[in-house]
Each structure stands twice: as structure tokens, then as C-alpha cells.
């Protein structure tokens, strides 16, 4: 994903945690009391974002919830976290959903994100001359669900 953004100079932080923690985060910065799927802390925002140089900020990803998401939805468990981590990067570069127009484009960027996070099939990767296809994972089909609506 960072790669496909070109984004190989920047800085960010990706952040897995549970529920309690996003929880008490979405309170003191959103407001909301109650947990939620992925926060994003754009660093680039605010009074001072021209200071933030390469750092684009944070990405705070709830596994516990993830994990009931990916059940609901009949995904693998990465697939979901994975949808999670590429919606929040885009909150890092000033996307937002407010709109259905912008909704759409967002969905449909956070499918390409996903797409380039899959991990090739072991036949691929041989045909690639990788060092051990033995490690490649299930491929990741894009998640795109338009009921989403993610905190910044």
C-alpha cells in the first residue's frame, strides 16, 4: 500500500490494539463513547500539521473488533484488518466518506490499497523466483462494503 501511494519517504504508524484502548481513544478524541473498528490521526491536520514534515500520522486498528466484522461479513480476519489499515492510511492523506460521491471513491481506492497488499499465490511466486513461496499467504479479495462510515 505504501508502495502503490509512493509514499516510501513518509512515516506512520500502524497500531493493533483492543477494544478497551480504541474505545477510550474515540472518547477523549472524537467524543464517542463506545469502541469503533480504526481511528486515524492525520498528523498533516491542525494548527501545526505544516511542522509534520514526512510523519502522516497514526493508524489505530481494533483487532477485537476487526474480528467480529470479518465474522459478520464472512472474511478472513487479515482481510478485514487489512481493509481497516488501508481506510485509515487514506484518512492520513485527507480522504474522507462525508458524501456519497466521496464515499464511492473512497470504497473504490480502499479496494486498490487491498488489492496491493494481497500476497501472491505460491505458483506466483515461483514464477517470480521468490526466495521461499512457502510463505505466501491466502490472496486477499478487496473489501469494499459502502456501509462503512470510519472516524478520522
Not at 13 to 28: A, G, Y
Not at 74 to 86: K, Q, Y
Request: charged residues 30%; glycine residues 8%; proline residues 4%.
Amino acid at each position: 500500500m505504501i508502495k502503490l501511494l509512493q509514499l516510501d519517504k513518509a512515516e506512520v504508524s500502524f497500531v493493533l490494539t483492543d477494544d478497551d484502548r480504541i474505545h477510550q481513544l474515540n472518547k477523549i478524541y472524537r467524543g464517542k463513547d463506545r469502541p469503533t473498528d480504526v481511528l486515524a490521526f492525520a498528523m498533516h491536520e491542525g494548527e501545526f500539521g505544516e511542522l509534520a514534515g514526512r510523519l502522516l500520522g497514526d493508524v489505530i486498528v481494533s483487532v477485537p473488533t476487526a474480528r467480529k466484522q470479518a465474522g459478520a461479513h464472512r472474511v478472513d480476519v487479515l482481510e478485514e484488518v487489512t481493509m481497516l489499515l488501508a481506510h485509515g492510511l487514506l484518512h492520513l492523506l485527507g480522504w474522507d466518506h462525508d458524501t456519497d460521491a466521496k464515499d464511492r471513491r473512497m470504497r473504490a481506492e480502499t479496494s486498490r490499497l487491498c488489492a496491493a497488499a494481497q500476497t501472491p499465490s505460491p505458483s506466483a511466486a515461483r514464477s517470480k523466483g521468490a526466495a521461499d513461496p512457502g510463505l505466501s499467504r491466502k490472496r486477499l479479495a478487496p473489501a469494499t462494503r459502502g456501509r462503512r462510515k470510519k472516524a478520522q
